[in-house]
């Protein structure tokens, strides 16, 4: 596999990653993926490529590990965004533009703006603008100008990303995905998403992302995930985080340690009563953050919550670990997670918050994260 490096550019107060493979000295290659897509999808086509090239393949705003846009997505952001991209790899020289689904798009209207720039254009699986009449403008317009009336309002993103955001700061990669079946992926929520498939998951995204030197960090159910998660890419693993989280033995259910007397369960998921949520696990929130959290709860994969744990050799392996109780916390109790420190010889850490220290103290978690 042909290894990648990352740059970052800020490009109209949006930070951008850029993903590159191969020397400067070779032409340039711009590979665009399309919508919910990233750059890292690139990797299996440039390890079949036949010759060297400079290959540099961007994570467009809102994607991969570029920042988020306060200000909404247009396609014009997409060309002047590229268009400053070439600017930088490839100043004075014309490109060879590759271009899939979205990016197809993006690739194939910049050729047309700047031609002179593009030396040739591939579009994989492109779509185009829709096919619209003169007579359509003015009703279209229309509805523009009354959306502009609208003042549309965006709410910072908050949970572990308040403290994903510190450690980039700091000078780290951060990641934090969803899991299957959970918060906006709800919509996938099916029978047999179990602990070990939320696992797989993490596993592939550090293989896939090809990432080393990994630092997991996890909170309640979290640590479930990422006992097993650690265990399948044990020789990408640096350090594990359990923030509040359970940390479970092999063959161990969460009801074991775990009593919730106000769970509410469906066919398929299981969770917290939403007036339990507002009034112990988001108690210590200040009352904005606390109903942002409560709009944003969602209900948990049944059988990942359910089913017993499944580990081959976590319990016999030295890990790199940290275990931080949150006092406040009532759930996972004291004495399992000191359990867990103790048995994998981890650090103790203790914060004065309730359960989601991401939340409420994403300052003093950061700091333990990145003293260690």
Avoid at 8 to 28: K, S
Avoid at 51 to 62: F, S
Avoid at 255 to 266: E, F, G, L, Q
Wanted: charged share 25%; hydrophobic share 40%.
């Amino acid at each position: 596999m042909k290894t990648s490096r990352s740059e970052f550019h800020t490009i109209r107060g949006i930070r951008h990653h850029v993903r590159l493979w191969g020397d400067t000295g070779q032409p340039a290659l711009f590979l665009l993926h399309g919508w919910m897509d990233v750059s890292a999808s690139f990797q299996f086509l440039v390890d079949a490529f036949a010759r060297d090239w400079l290959v540099i393949a961007p994570d467009w705003r809102g994607f991969g590990l570029s920042s988020w846009s306060k200000e909404g997505y247009w396609f014009q952001d997409y060309y002047a965004d590229l268009d400053t991209l070439i600017d930088i790899y490839s100043p004075g020289e014309p490109v060879n533009l590759v271009g899939h689904s979205m990016g197809g798009n993006v690739a194939c209207t910049y050729t047309g703006i700047r031609p002179a720039r593009v030396r040739k254009l591939i579009s994989l699986e492109g779509f185009g603008a829709a096919r619209n009449s003169p007579d359509m403008a003015p009703a279209r317009y229309e509805r523009w100008l009354d959306q502009l009336k609208e003042q549309p309002s965006f709410r910072p993103y908050t949970s572990f990303d308040a403290v994903a955001e510190r450690l980039r700061k700091a000078g780290h990669e951060a990641f934090t995905p969803t899991l299957d079946g959970c918060a906006e992926r709800a919509g996938s929520l099916r029978p047999g998403i179990t602990n070990t498939l939320h696992a797989r998951e993490i596993a592939q995204l550090l293989y896939y992302e090809d990432l080393h030197d990994v630092v997991l960090i996890g909170t309640s159910c979290g640590g479930m995930v990422m006992s097993e998660a650690a265990e399948m890419a044990r020789p990408r693993i640096a350090r594990l985080v359990f923030a509040d989280a359970l940390v479970l033995k092999d063959g161990e259910r969460l009801s074991d340690i775990v009593k919730r007397p106000t769970a509410v369960n469906t066919e398929l998921a299981t969770g917290v009563a939403r007036d339990d949520a507002v009034n112990r696990l988001f108690k210590d929130l200040d009352p904005r953050l606390r109903d942002w959290a409560a709009e944003r709860t969602t209900l948990h994969p049944k059988a990942a919550m359910e089913e017993p744990m499944k580990l081959k050799s976590f319990w016999q392996q030295k890990w790199n670990a940290d275990v931080v109780w949150c006092r406040r916390s009532t759930n996972p109790p004291q004495a399992h997670q000191r359990r867990a420190a103790t048995d994998l010889g981890a650090r103790w850490h203790e914060i004065d918050t309730g359960h989601y220290p991401m939340l409420s103290t994403p300052d003093e978690l950061a700091r333990i994260i990145l003293a260690s």
